[in-house]
């Protein structure tokens, strides 16, 4: 099991930008795909972004096309999440999670919650208009 710790939330205006990171407890960071997940109030928790085990492949959610970007940095054990041009539908709980893999490629399942057993215990980002 992973123990994985985020940071970087907060309160912005709308159009303004935030990174959040998500340190990991573990000896080898580069054994797992990286994601990051949200959840707003009431509602199910979303994919937002993954990151292949040395950074090399993403993909996005949508919604945060071409405004977010996540990336790594093995020898920091640390993911990031830079997010740009918010809005305040971007406001919830971000998670990151780990999916432990042997290979160089994202699985087809990579946006899915249930493919992830290790989680942080989330960051506040809240947005106002």
């Known amino acids: 099991q992973v123990q994985l710790v985020e940071s970087g939330g907060g309160l912005v205006q709308a159009g303004g930008s935030l990174r959040l990171s998500c340190t990991a407890s573990v000896r080898t960071f580069s054994n797992y795909n990286m994601a990051w997940f949200r959840q707003a109030p009431g509602k199910e928790r979303v994919f937002v972004a993954v990151v292949s085990r040395f950074g090399d492949s993403t993909h996005y959610a949508d919604s945060v096309k071409d405004r977010f970007t996540i990336s790594r940095d093995n020898a920091k054990n640390t993911v990031y999440l830079q997010m740009d041009t918010l809005k305040p539908e971007d406001t919830a709980v971000y998670y990151c999670?780990?999916?432990?893999?042997?290979?160089?490629?994202?699985?087809?399942?990579?946006?899915?919650?249930?493919?992830?057993?290790?989680w942080g215990q989330g960051t506040q980002v809240t947005v106002s208009s």
């Open positions: 999670a780990a999916d432990f893999t042997g290979s160089n490629f994202l699985p087809p399942r990579a946006a899915s919650p249930n493919n992830y057993r290790s």
